[in-house]
């Protein structure tokens, strides 16, 4: 074949090849439209209201202070009659020790003054009221109510992990509302009327959870609008590598071109992690926890050898306190993932032992090695490496709320315990991990973190809109094409 007779096929061909991808652009794109813009618009939405929801002032919970002596938590258990303990904590509140206690089968902290062993009665609600008005900063509107939270509704919804939880609600315009925990103290989420609605517009156009009774049908049919949204992307991709030298075209329809190249890396980074996260998202699970039954009588360590924030637990089937090291874990600011994490040798908390107060040599690498074991279902080798995790940050991203956690890695597995609550605050598989980290860097462009959150969500902002104005031009075209001719 001659040179000539290839260009001869080449011209003929062409014409065919372009009306075959602009075809197929417009049926596949029209299918897929008003989902995309409506899925485009609620993500452009979602950093503009986040910024106008309520956000907490302080952080970190209150610091606690110990400056009175007091009784061990034997004598304290005596005198109040309490034979077994699941968990116990000494806090301090305005200087007073204070132990923070949980019976076998209950939910609810009681509180009993360690100087005279006297209950301090609703001292959970009341520990509740001061956290959450720490936390919003609120301490004048009057408080309308609170109360403990034991299942997920939809106000406090599965993401937010932590259970139970106290529901603080102010007497404010805004109907505030703060979820705290009270062991340990720390801030679950702050809702208002404004958040509530935006969070329930948010879920049913962007999450389609109007469809969650049809979990299959659902993540079909918003499976196929994606791979619609994609082919149709891709389609339009090649229509302009066809035609962008050609003169002559309508003002949109150049727009419509010139936008759609620039908004297609993202619409397909949209799209993929998309899909990727319906298939491949695992449903939050329920957080493995280790309950404990501890002999009260065996408690008899004396208080002035504990700090504020003692934890305790049973180590090697004999009860511990479970106590930070002098030096706190944000002077050695390690954490895991993306830059280091703290090695097994640099322990963050030491051990003592519950009858007599003397430190447990190694506490800290057995009570990981133990608990690790029992929440993984699997022996762990008497030293196992592990990792102190400080800050939200990579895989392990602040949907999983506790901190500070340990990371080992188990069989290609990683697992995030958090050793104050004897609890297993994630599991990481490797397909989870492909999914985190394609949604986390396509979806959430968390790989422009460089340029900090504002810079970051603007240019998110700017993309999500980019596809909505490009999707729009193309309907207009297509609705354009349909009147009747004037003439």
């Known amino acids: 074949m001659t040179h000539a007779d290839s260009s001869l096929i080449q011209q003929l061909t062409q014409p065919n090849q372009l009306a075959f991808w602009y075809r197929w652009h417009r049926r596949i794109g029209l299918l897929a439209a008003i989902p995309a813009?409506?899925?485009?618009?609620?993500?452009?939405?979602?950093p503009i209201m986040t910024r106008l929801f309520p956000s907490a002032i302080a952080m970190k919970p209150p610091a606690e202070i110990i400056n009175q002596a007091g009784q061990s938590l034997a004598e304290v258990m005596q005198a109040a009659g309490i034979q077994q303990l699941a968990a116990a904590r000494l806090y301090g509140r305005a200087g007073l020790p204070v132990y923070q206690i949980r019976e076998p089968g209950h939910t609810t902290w009681r509180y009993f003054n360690a100087a005279t062993s006297e209950e301090i009665l609703s001292g959970d609600q009341e520990q509740a009221i001061a956290l959450a008005r720490h936390f919003t900063g609120d301490t004048r509107s009057p408080i309308r109510n609170a109360t403990l939270i034991t299942q997920f509704d939809v106000d406090y919804l599965p993401v937010n992990r932590l259970l139970p939880v106290w529901r603080v609600s102010f007497e404010r315009d805004d109907n505030l509302r703060a979820y705290v925990e009270t062991s340990p103290a720390r801030l679950s989420a702050l809702m208002d009327d404004r958040k509530a609605t935006f969070q329930?517009?948010?879920r049913l156009i962007h999450s389609w959870t109007w469809a969650e009774e049809l979990p299959v049908a659902r993540r079909i049919t918003m499976s196929l609008i994606l791979f619609a949204a994609a082919l149709a992307t891709l389609f339009g991709v090649m229509v302009?590598?066809?035609?962008?030298?050609?003169?002559?075209?309508?003002?949109?329809?150049r727009w419509h071109r010139r936008l759609g190249l620039l908004a297609g890396l993202s619409m397909l980074a949209f799209t993929?992690?998309?899909?990727?996260?319906?298939?491949?998202?695992?449903?939050?699970?329920?957080?493995?926890?280790?309950?404990?039954?501890?002999?009260?009588?065996?408690?008899t360590a004396k208080l002035s050898s504990l700090q504020a924030g003692a934890t305790l637990v049973i180590l090697d089937g004999r009860p511990a306190w479970q106590q930070k090291q002098p030096q706190s874990m944000a002077d050695h600011g390690h954490t895991h993932h993306g830059a280091t994490g703290k090695p097994a040798s640099l322990s963050v908390s030491h051990y003592l032992d519950a009858t007599d107060g003397s430190p447990l040599e190694h506490g800290e690498t057995r009570y990981i090695r133990q608990l690790a074991s029992a929440l993984i279902g699997q022996p762990l080798p008497s030293s196992p490496p592990y990792q102190w995790v400080t800050r939200f940050e990579g895989e392990y991203g602040f949907i999983n709320k506790r901190l500070p956690v340990v990371h080992v890695q188990f069989a290609g597995d990683s697992y995030y315990i958090e050793p104050t609550t004897s609890t297993l605050a994630a599991t990481v598989h490797p397909a989870n991990r492909v999914e985190g980290y394609a949604f986390s860097w396509l979806h959430k462009v968390?790989?422009?973190?460089?340029?900090?959150?504002?810079?970051?969500?603007g240019l998110l902002g700017c993309f999500a809109l980019l596809n909505a104005v490009t999707i729009g031009f193309g309907l207009w075209m297509w609705w354009?094409?349909?009147?009747?001719?004037?003439?």
């Open 37 to 46: 813009i409506l899925w485009a618009l609620s993500g452009l939405a979602h």
């Open 480 to 487: 354009q094409r349909r009147q009747p001719r004037q003439g």
């Open 240 to 253: 302009y590598m066809k035609q962008h030298r050609r003169l002559g075209y309508p003002a949109n329809r």
């Open 446 to 457: 968390h790989w422009l973190d460089v340029l900090g959150k504002n810079g970051r969500d």
């Open 272 to 299: 993929s992690s998309g899909i990727l996260h319906l298939w491949l998202k695992q449903p939050l699970p329920l957080m493995p926890h280790i309950e404990q039954t501890i002999q009260t009588s065996l408690l």
């Open 200 to 202: 329930n517009v948010f």
